[in-house]
């Protein structure tokens, strides 16, 4: 079971607008910075957010994050096939000392 | 551009030990820190570790702290993950990533390698 809990799914037609949720604690978001993970069908994970809602280079605008207490979010706008994937937010939990995903949340696109 | 490249999938029994490894290249390797990543066959990510290639500090994380050993060769710029005995659970992809540090914590892992896929069976 993980620390941080997402939803297992969510889903939008092209163009839509899909949020996905992130609930933690004290010890992690409630502490620390957020970040947020792509890892697209057979690949690598891609880091999509870092500092609970900096993107780096190369990542469109349609992706955006935010964080209040001890849960985070993120969106993405203008929903686009490509972005099928899993999602996965994670955070440094200070009372495990242990960097902790969150269970993963499959996007799809109808 | 900087990018982490991985050794090929590995077939193991139970009990046996393995290496695989994790080069860099295109940037200082020692300059930032290298976490592996569990991936279980249809499951989330996981970190199992971090080490500090200048100086081979590591941190574990408590799941697979004394079941895995992460170190480093800063000479060739790789690192490695290695079990002493295999078991049939450690069945998974496995990444190594790039990766930055705030407040000596684990932050972001913006660069990762392809994965190493590592099958136990008998």
Redesign the interface.
Known sequence: Q?VLTQPPSASGTPGQRVNISCSGSSSNIGK??V?W?Q?LPGT????LI??NNLR?SGVPDRFSASKSGTSASLAISGLRSEDEA?Y?C?A?D?S?????????TKVTVL | EVEVVQSGAEVKKPGESLRISCKGSGDSFTSYWI?W?RQMPGK????MGRIDPSDSYT?Y???FQGHVTISADKSINTAYLQWSSLKASDTAIY?C?RT?Y?IL??????V????TTVTVSS
């Open positions: 993980s620390t910075y970040y993970y890892q690598a994970p891609k880091n870092y500092r780096p899993d996965y994670a440094w200070d495990l000392s242990d960097y902790v995903f969150g269970s993963g | 976490s990543v989330g990510l996981e970190w941190n994380s408590p799941s990444y990533a930055y705030d914590t684990v932050a972001a892992m913006d990762w390698g392809q994965g």
